[in-house]
């Protein structure tokens, strides 16, 4: 039985984390992810978990803890943002080449400088490239039903790999919302005990974990982590499938709203697609073919299933949340518009840069992009193809 | 979205806007409604100016934007009048509250001719009052209840004291004072 509630972002995900109650929770606070840990902490502390909460001193040291627990054969997580993502790179790199399946709750915030506490995707957009899975959502819904899932997704024995559970900073995470919370049994059952095969306490199996590799064979061992992704795909339509039989809430590699007959479209991540939404609501009532593409896994890049989803539109908006300093766009619109080209697409694509340190997106800001949408199918031009949303000039 | 109430407050940093905002959401989210309510950040210091927002309605929310027209706008330290536009954007059908000891008249002149309902309180008394410190967040959540019409005052008293028994567990002699807050606010407001 569902449990209706009203719930922050991070609430959401800590009661989540509370249901799973994982074995090993390191954790170092940074605003806007503070709040997770902290929530959790009064779990420890109230005896509704049994889980290992170790205070670091440093993220550098929360993900080394994660990473040594999960070595050792626990199942951990840690949470953080912006700063404190960077300050865990080299290890982010070591969870995934030691294929180890444990969980960041990270909370999107600006990387400095300046510097800024408010959301966007710089933080886990720089870590896109490190061999985690990276898996967004628009609202606390959908973080906590994230969450649920990320067990299931990382610990499948086909990937292996450390899973990044990311929400907007501030605009989910400190945002009071309705939510639905599954039954904590529920959520018991769905994501199961963690039962791993080699893992390095295990006195009948002695292993090594993240050794020297000279050039005979690191490149078989990145390989392997890449086919470790290859199944992520797979798993996470496995996953949503069975979680939709749980909860009765539909998830994929991404939302396709509106598409079915949209002739121009929007592909973004978080939770200004919501206000996309509204926007495309109020659009269609004024019979404009509008859609949004909501992205769910960025990493790995579901690239054929997305070329697929745009291949009848006549126009794309893809909207970053990071620069990526290329001067011809973000992330996103470099994976978008390659995944558009591998298919042969004859969409004509421009790239916006948006909603850099929490700057606001509203509804009216998304109607400006679909106008300038319709106006390039109408020139078939796409002009200036790298933009800014909402720049003062 | 017809039956969307949304609602901008202006407040110093450790004066519980944003404590009010969600307290707000907490007790409009009783009554069945969908709800948001989220706080805005500037510097983060107390006395720095923050806003905070709630957004109520029959039907499911998806936009994550601020508010810019709002029905209804809440001053929780009239200072705010002359450092932010606290009436832009405010709707002339909505109204606005502003916490002060001036009289109503005094105020109007600072509102940079806002035509729409002006309603006022003096927290502090009411606080000072009833819980015996300056708390002024409890006094406008239920002044704010009352003015925008968002339930009646019984149910608004009723899921307070439960929302409090909840937020205070562990300082259970707080919560009548909070009650009586509550109470006298709804009868101070005018």
């Known amino acids: 039985m569902a449990k209706r509630d009203r719930l922050s972002g991070n609430e959401a995900v800590a009661i989540a984390l509370r249901q799973i109650n994982p074995d090993v929770f390191p954790a170092f606070p940074i605003t806007p992810s503070t709040e997770i840990p902290q929530y959790f902490a009064s779990f420890v502390a109230n005896g509704q978990v049994d889980t290992e909460f170790i205070p670091v001193e440093s993220e550098h040291s929360s993900m080394s803890a994660a990473i040594g627990a999960s070595a050792a054969g626990a199942r951990s997580l840690t949470a953080t943002s912006s700063c404190g993502l960077a300050y865990m790179w080299e290890e982010l790199y070591i969870a995934a080449s030691n294929r180890l399946p444990l969980a960041l709750a990270l909370v999107n915030r600006a990387l400095s400088g300046p510097i800024n506490i408010n959301c966007d995707h710089s933080d886990s957009m720089g870590a896109r490239d490190s061999g985690w899975i990276q898996i967004y959502a628009e609202n606390n819904q959908e973080a906590y039903d994230n969450m649920v899932q990320a067990y299931r997704i990382s610990e499948h024995q086909d990937v292996r790999l450390p899973i990044m559970i990311c929400q907007d900073g501030f605009i989910t995470s400190h945002a009071v919302e309705n939510i639905e919370l599954l039954e904590d049994d529920e959520v018991k059952n769905f994501v199961g005990e963690y039962r791993p095969e080699n893992y390095l306490l295990n006195p009948e199996c002695p292993m090594a974990v993240g050794p020297y590799s000279i050039t005979d064979y690191y490149m078989e061992a990145k390989r392997n982590q890449a086919e470790g992704m290859k199944h992520v795909e797979q798993v996470v339509l496995d996953v949503a499938e069975e979680f939709a039989k749980v909860s009765g809430r539909e998830y994929g590699l991404f939302e396709e709203y509106c598409m079915d007959d949209a002739e121009v479209a929007v592909v973004m991540i978080g939770s200004a697609a919501g206000t996309t939404k509204d926007a495309i609501d109020k659009l269609r009532a004024e019979g404009k073919k509008v859609g949004l593409l909501k992205i769910r896994l960025f990493r790995p890049f579901p690239a054929d299933a997305i070329a697929k989803a745009l291949s009848n539109v006549k126009a794309v908006a893809i909207m970053d949340r990071a620069e990526g300093y290329t001067n011809h766009g973000g992330p996103l619109g470099a994976d978008v518009m390659s995944a558009l080209f591998r298919a042969r697409s004859q969409a004509l694509a421009v790239n916006y840069i948006y909603g850099l340190g929490g700057r606001d997106v509203r509804v009216e800001d998304m109607e400006s992009i679909f106008a300038t949408l319709e106006q390039i199918v109408k020139n078939n031009d796409a002009g200036e193809t790298y933009r800014y949303l909402g720049i003062r000039e | ?190």
Do not use: C
Request: charged share 25%; no cysteine.
């Open chain 2, 1 to 190: 979205m017809s039956n969307l109430t949304e609602i901008r407050w202006h407040g110093r940093g450790g004066q519980g806007a944003k404590t009010a905002a969600l307290l707000l959401a907490d007790v409009a989210f009783q009554t069945g409604k969908y709800v948001q309510g989220f706080p805005e950040y500037g510097p983060e210091r107390m006395g720095a100016p923050i806003t905070a927002y709630n957004r109520i309605s029959d039907t499911p929310i998806r936009v994550h934007s601020n508010i810019y027209d709002p029905q209804y706008v809440v001053v929780v330290d009239e200072s705010l009048l002359e450092a932010v536009d606290v009436t832009s954007g405010l709707k002339k059908d909505g109204a606005i509250l502003v916490n002060t000891q001036r009289a109503k008249e005094e105020i109007i002149p600072h509102l940079k001719g806002y035509e729409g309902k002006v309603y006022i309180i003096d927290a502090h008394k009411v606080s000072m009052a009833t819980m015996g410190r300056y708390f002024p967040n409890t006094p406008l959540l239920a002044a704010i209840v009352k003015v925008a019409g968002i339930m009646d005052e019984e149910t608004f008293l009723k899921e307070m004291r439960a929302s409090f028994s909840h937020k205070f567990a562990s300082k259970p002699e707080v919560i009548d004072g909070n009650m009586a807050a509550l109470k006298m606010a709804l009868e101070e407001v005018r």
